[in-house]
């Protein structure tokens, strides 16, 4: 096995964990109705995931370098969950999202 399909499998577990995190993405959005901000969230949490780019990179510090991914994931999480909240609580409440105007319509 020479370098180039190390790289070659390396490449491919990284677009898998990419597609499956977009997946729980779409379906957590799909679920949990998550509006605009929480999906962005999400997809800049999963980029900060896959990317070789590290606060305290793995290569360096070993199992001690996944606590800057894991306080990404937490932040994330605890992100979207308030955000989810809120819009139940608006909902429940009466108040619904941003009307867009039909065509033809002036805006409000």
Do not use: C, H, N, T
Not at 35 to 57: E, F, K, T, W
Not at 80 to 95: D, F, T
């Amino acid at each position: 096995m020479d370098l180039s399909d190390l790289f070659v499998a390396v490449l491919v577990v990284l677009g898998v964990l990419v597609l499956v995190g977009l997946l729980v993405v779409g379906l957590v959005m799909w679920r949990y109705r998550v509006p605009p901000r929480g999906v962005v969230a999400m997809i800049g949490g999963l980029v900060y995931l896959a990317s070789p780019i590290d606060v305290l990179p793995e290569a360096l510090l070993g199992p001690l370098g996944l606590v800057d991914d894991a306080g990404v994931l937490a932040g994330v999480a605890i992100f979207v969950y308030k955000v989810v909240q809120v819009r139940q609580r608006l909902e429940q409440a009466g108040i619904q999202g941003r009307r867009r105007p039909e065509a033809g319509e002036p805006p409000a």
